[in-house]
């Protein structure tokens, strides 16, 4: 079936980095655009950035441009988030969504959702 | 950039009664619309896109209506595994992708 799972996440200090992955199996991952959204604690949701299915084309949201960076390996079923200068308001579970497929116009609606990796900002 | 407003922030229901969720867009998203169920600990789940069309395996007690900047989620008879938080994203104006608040559907 459809997965997508997180690893990557933890405790981390304002400034530094942390890089995220996901692994995808049970589609043609190569055939989807991928998103990562995030979600406080207690919060709603907000999502952070976007990749075409070949990479070829990146959205972020204002609150981290500049600072992390989107990147996927279609050959490795992956999807990367690069997250550096991290901010106590970057703390939050990040997802990663499978998007639209390739022919589409732009993206969509998220499905399937990964189950989420915890990043805390914290000194 | 769209924002999307949810009402009301919190939906007491007793079982099996109907449950109705609005979200609003700050200007008009088509029918570029999707709804997502969300339990505690859990990811969000993706139910209606296309601001009417269910997801593969939904309930046919869920059902989405709207177009333009008004938008609903009925649940026709809310059953225990329906308690949750929704939440509504647009997909017709990006960057960003904009989701609203959020609507608690709780016990009564």
């Known amino acids: 079936q459809v997965k997508l799972v997180e690893s990557g996440g933890g405790l981390v200090k304002p400034g530094g980095s942390l890089r995220l992955s996901c692994a995808a199996s049970g589609f043609t991952f190569s055939d989807y655009y991928m998103s990562w959204i995030r979600q406080a604690p207690g919060k709603g949701l907000e999502w952070v950035s976007y990749?075409?299915?070949?990479?070829?084309?990146?959205y972020y949201a204002d609150s981290v441009k500049g600072r992390f960076t989107i990147s996927r390996d279609n050959a490795k079923n992956s999807l990367y988030l690069q997250m550096n200068s991290l901010r106590a308001e970057d703390t939050a579970v990040y997802y990663c969504a499978r998007g639209s497929r390739y022919y589409a116009p732009g993206p969509n609606w998220f499905d399937p959702w990964g189950q989420g990796t915890l990043v805390t900002v914290s000194s | 950039e769209i924002v999307m407003t949810q009402s009301p922030a919190t939906l007491s229901v007793s079982p099996g009664e109907r449950a109705t969720l609005s979200c609003r867009a700050s200007q008009s998203v088509s029918s570029y619309l999707a709804w997502y169920q969300q339990k505690p600990g859990q990811a969000p789940r993706l139910l209606i896109y296309g601001a009417s069309t269910r997801a593969t395996g939904i309930p046919a007690r869920f059902s989405g209506s709207g177009s333009g900047t008004e938008f609903t989620l009925t649940i026709s008879s809310l059953q225990s595994e329906d308690f949750a938080v929704y939440y509504c994203q647009q997909y017709n104006n990006w960057p960003p992708l904009t989701f609203g608040g959020g609507t608690k559907v709780e016990i009564k």
């Open positions: 990749i075409t299915s070949s990479g070829s084309t990146i």
